[in-house]
Antibody, heavy 117, light 107 residues
């Protein structure tokens, strides 16, 4: 059974880089049938798509975040990662990693990242 | 940019049917999905590709998508269906978008 687990610091200082990993178990990350994505949810607000990565390394990012975001795959570790640079308080959110194929079938439990000043 | 609009809240009595709508330009040209999110939990996909139910999702959940509107229908609504519901679509420019979410209250 596919499971996704986010990991990374829960507290990041403003202007620094937020880095999260998503460990994939129960399936191989190098499947051509799916993409791997990151979605976030600020406290009390709705879902926001950040970006996706395919096993090939090809990526798609939300336009407003594109200049700050990098999503990559590490097939040797069966995980993928999110890096968001120059964070501000507006980046405080629960970050979810997902697997999808147009829609998002499987979600991790989410990890709260707070940006402190 | 592609945007999806949902009503902020909807209420229903137990056992009744409720429709939650999601509007976007030519939304019917794309596949829509729906997610249920209970407080403190991760979202759970309840409908994908407009009207397909993932394994384990009860048959009272159904979906449709035509024109500018996708609709999630819950028939025989139960108290445990009270949650936030989000629509999502993927447009041709490889942009994934979520609606703002609808809070369903079962009175």
């Amino acid at each position: 059974q596919l499971q996704l687990q986010e990991s990374g610091p829960g507290l990041v200082k403003a202007s620094e880089t937020l880095s999260l990993n998503c460990n994939v178990s129960g399936a191989s990350i190098d499947s051509s049938s799916y993409f791997w994505g990151w979605i976030r949810q600020p406290p009390g607000k709705g879902l926001e798509w950040i970006g996706n990565v395919f096993y090939s390394g090809n990526t798609n990012y939300k336009s407003s975040l594109k200049s700050r975001v990098t999503i990559s795959v590490d097939t040797s570790k069966n995980q993928f990662s999110l890096k968001l640079k120059s964070v501000t308080a507006a980046d405080t959110a629960v970050y979810y990693c997902t697997r999808g194929s147009g829609d998002f079938h499987t979600w991790g439990q989410g990890t709260l990242v707070i940006v402190s000043s | 940019s592609f945007e999806l609009t949902q009503p902020p809240s909807v209420s229903v009595s137990p056992g009744q049917t409720v429709n939650i709508t999601c509007s976007g330009d030519n939304l019917g040209d794309y596949y829509a999905a729906w997610y249920q999110q209970r407080p403190g939990q991760s979202p759970l996909m309840v409908i994908y590709q407009d009207n397909k139910r993932p394994s384990g999702i009860p048959g009272r959940f159904s979906g449709s998508n035509s024109g500018n509107t996708a609709t999630l229908t819950i028939s025989g609504t139960q108290a445990l269906d009270e949650a936030d519901y989000y629509c999502q679509a993927w447009d041709s420019s490889t942009v994934w978008v979520f609606g703002g979410g609808t809070k369903l209250t079962v009175l």
